[in-house]
């Protein structure tokens, strides 16, 4: 028995030795640490820092820092670096592209320009120490993202470029980061400017020709094999930082690069980019921060002045370049106050990046101890203040557009957003659940309900229960994207009008039905099931033939009808679409005539969409396919039709899913029929009161119309000829 304790106490001699021991308490610590400081208003990240600090072989020696450590420290800022690379709104970027430009100039040479001289001359560092450390001051990490998202004003224009500005300032001082490097080494001269330019430009090819291209083939081939595609995507971010060190720069730039180039393939709303971010932010990021809090050596902080006022110069400057960069970026654009202190607030805080920069430097010998020590308290300074600044400053930016009530209005629709999912073929309910929960809004508390009706048989019980029992495995795929889904099966004489009955039942906003046989017997059966589920409900209703993964989209091509905007469902599908765009990032096309466009650009100024919108004249609805030129294979797209007797209602939008299936076989489809009415009182009065009597003889009337006018046309055209 004392043997026994012996070598139980044994395995807890300082430094510990047992790996599943040190494992054990490192996750303790990932769990532990942000829970106790966050009732400080203490950032997540600093806490993890904080424990390494005291574990670590310069605190209180519990760890120390051994190959496996230093492995999954390289796996946590290569993973660092690619999600910020994943996660970058390229749309955002695109669509305050000149704004952007000019922060992440004046973000990136403002600082630089004033960190230089304060390191070089005034602290004394030599050229490479000084302009390493001055490029670390143009860094910043979005820590106080979460807190504009909380606050509702992600879309806020002040807010899109201070994201678009961390593209250009990050991606300017990696590659700094490589040329410091070099002339550390000695190898500043033409043959290194030379190779580095040939091997970037390899390294750019492979990284934004090659790697998409077999991504989406890697995608389109397996999409069935979920847990491949996250492995796939961790395979290529360490490809990329292996190509990235073979190619002479830093392995940080390549997973960057990655993000970068996966960008699009992998929607923020995606089961996959939901796995990335948990077990990233679950355990490779934290071990990272962890691991470089055991880089903290206490004893030269309190051994001398020297590193206090470093780290304080280091604060003082990294603060100041950053304000003076909003500043003068509100005075060029036009800001509020409130809108500069939120730009200044986003972009003062510095973490990732940062720790990336310093650490390779200090790695390389370029930077010293206290450089690395004043840097830790850098961040704990800077993620601290950054979180208060921006919270004030994004509660002032909410009073200040308190009087919006378009952002009223959409708030309201938000939280009260159902989707309906009815379910005819089971091979189906993948992709139509995938693109609910892309076009789904984030902020919606309704779940996503997935319906199976029963017919009214005798075997009705026993099939309620076998459609149950298929769709519980579809809660569960949701549940990776973080998305409520809720099964309902019901018994119904017909699934029609069981659908139309479900969807007022849980007041559904939008329904989301797959797309007719191809079969014409059966096409004809469908055509008049959709029909009749367009006249039982008013919702807005999507017929969804989505054969391809969504992610391997080029374009939306959307087809609007004259007159589209009086109907009640124009700015939802709208919404909608341009939600797909931005989940997707892709561009998205839109043909219609003069006035819908006029109504088009106010509902994207209304509702603040940031998707790349494009808008086309076009009012030949005579020859609708001559569209089909400007249309290819990779495009998805989208038709805005009517329900018989709307205003928007055409007969040259009969049989539009048959047509479109004839003509567009090979692409993705969507068509809307957009809400008839803005509540149900309007459908439930009137309903004895039909228009369908006048809109039959009206049709007929305009087919008769036509087929005199293609004979008098014929007739001209054999003159002609004569």
Request: aromatic share 10%; charged share 20%; proline share 3%.
């Amino acid at each position: 028995m004392t043997d026994f304790f012996k070598l139980l106490m044994h395995e807890f001699d300082l430094p510990l030795r047992n790996p599943v021991l040190i494992f054990s308490l490192i996750l303790f610590i990932i769990l532990l640490s942000p829970i106790l400081l966050r009732k400080l208003n203490i950032p997540s990240i600093i806490g993890l820092i904080i424990s390494g600090v005291v574990v670590g072989p310069f605190g209180l020696n519990i760890l120390e820092k051994t190959v496996a450590i230093d492995l999954f420290s390289t796996i946590g800022l290569l993973y660092i670096m690619f999600i910020a690379g994943l996660e970058l709104d390229l749309n955002q970027f695109k669509a305050f592209k000149n704004k952007s430009i000019l922060f992440g100039f004046l973000t990136f040479i403002i600082p630089i320009s004033i960190g230089f001289p304060v390191c070089h001359y005034i602290l004394g560092y030599d050229f490479n120490a000084s302009f390493l450390t001055a490029s670390m001051f143009a860094t910043h990490t979005l820590v106080a993202y979460p807190i504009v998202s909380k606050l509702g004003i992600s879309k806020n224009e002040s807010v899109a470029i201070t994201v678009g500005g961390t593209i250009l300032t990050d991606t300017a001082v990696l590659i700094l980061l490589a040329v410091v490097i070099g002339s550390n080494e000695g190898s500043l001269n033409q043959e290194f400017w030379l190779r580095l330019g040939f091997s970037l430009i390899i390294f750019s090819a492979i990284m934004f020709y090659l790697i998409p291209r077999i991504a989406q083939w890697f995608f389109r081939t397996l999409e069935s094999e979920k847990h491949s595609h996250y492995i796939f995507v961790l395979s290529v971010v360490f490809f990329a930082a292996f190509l990235a060190e073979v190619a002479g720069v830093e392995p940080i730039i390549g997973a960057f690069v990655a993000g970068l180039a996966l960008n699009k393939l992998i929607p923020h709303s995606s089961a996959l980019m939901n796995r990335i971010e948990f077990i990233g932010n679950s355990l490779f990021i934290p071990f990272f921060l962890i691991s470089v809090g055991m880089l903290v050596n206490l004893q030269v902080i309190f051994n001398g002045a020297d590193a206090l006022i470093v780290a304080g110069t280091l604060s003082i400057v990294a603060f100041f370049g950053k304000w003076l960069a909003a500043w003068f970026t509100q005075i060029l654009c036009k800001y509020s106050k409130a809108q500069r202190q939120l730009i200044f607030g986003l972009s003062s805080s510095h973490a990732a990046a940062t720790l990336a920069i310093i650490l390779v430097g200090f790695n390389a010998g370029i930077l010293d101890e206290n450089i690395l020590n004043g840097t830790i308290i850098l961040i704990l300074i800077t993620c601290v203040t950054a979180s208060f600044v921006t919270e004030k400053a994004g509660k002032q930016i909410v009073i200040e557009s308190a009087d919006d009530t378009s952002d009223i209005a959409m708030i309201q629709t938000i939280d009260n957003e159902h989707i309906l999912l009815p379910i005819a073929d089971m091979e189906d309910v993948e992709k139509l659940l995938e693109f609910s929960i892309y076009i789904r809004d984030k902020k919606s508390t309704s779940p996503v309900s997935i319906l199976s009706v029963v017919s009214n048989d005798e075997e009705a019980e026993h099939n309620i229960m076998k459609a149950r029992n298929k769709l519980e495995e579809f809660v569960m795929e949701a549940s990776a994207s973080e998305t409520n889904v809720n099964i309902i099966t019901t018994i119904d004489h017909n699934p029609a009008c069981g659908i139309a009955r479900i969807s007022k039942e849980i007041l559904a906003d939008i329904v989301i039905l797959g797309w007719p046989q191809k079969n014409d017997f059966l096409t004809k059966l469908v055509g008049e099931k959709l029909d009749s589920i367009l006249n039982g409900t008013d919702k807005t209703i999507f017929v969804s033939d989505l054969q391809k993964p969504l992610v391997l989209h080029k374009r939306i091509i959307s087809i609007v009808p004259p007159f589209a905007e009086l109907e009640n469902g124009f700015e939802l599908w709208i919404i909608k679409t341009g939600t797909l765009a931005e989940e997707l990032s892709i561009p998205m096309i839109i043909y219609c005539n003069a006035q819908t466009k006029k109504a088009i650009e106010r509902v994207i100024k209304k509702f603040k969409i940031t998707s790349a919108i494009l808008i086309h004249f076009f009012d030949d609805w005579e020859d609708l396919l001559i569209l089909s030129k400007s249309i290819s294979d990779d495009d998805l797209i989208i038709l805005v039709s009517a329900r018989k007797g709307s205003a928007s209602y055409s007969t040259l939008l009969e049989n539009i899913p048959v047509k479109m299936e004839k003509h567009f076989g090979l692409n993705n489809k969507l068509v809307i029929y957009p809400q008839q009415f803005s509540h149900t009182f309007a459908s439930t009065t009137y309903k004895d009161v039909s228009s369908e009597p006048i809109n039959l003889g009206i049709e007929a009337i305009q087919k008769i119309g036509k087929g005199i006018g293609n004979i008098f046309k014929k007739e001209e055209e054999e003159k002609e000829n004569i």
